[in-house]
Nanobody
């Protein structure tokens, strides 16, 4: 059973930055693509960004130019650098790889 653990969330003012981490209990990211999703209160979960085995990346339009996904296979960790945060970025951010999901980390952006 693979475990994914997110960290790095918190409260930040609009325009600020946070870096989220997702650490796996195995080297799953070297064998599978990985993605970040988010779910705001009362809204469905939505795709944020993904990184492939070969480190190709893709982003949702609403985070392009502000968020950067990266990974360190040696540390079994994927990162989401979030810059120029907006109040509408407030959500529970979760990582996913293959069939596995983390519990999520909360991001709260104040105006």
């Amino acid at each position: 059973q693979v475990q994914l653990v997110e960290s790095g969330g918190g409260l930040v003012q609009a325009g600020g930055s946070l870096r989220l981490s997702c650490t796996a209990s195995t080297n799953i990211f070297s064998q599978n693509n990985m993605a970040w999703y988010r779910q705001a209160p009362g809204k469905p979960r939505e795709f944020v960004a993904t990184i492939t085995i070969n480190s190709q990346t893709m982003y949702a339009d609403f985070v392009k130019g502000r968020f950067t996904i990266s990974k360190d296979d040696a540390k079994n960790t994927v990162y989401l650098q979030m810059d120029r945060l907006k109040p509408e970025d407030t959500a529970l951010y979760s990582c996913n790889s293959n069939m596995f999901w983390g519990q999520g980390t909360h991001v709260n952006v104040s105006s």
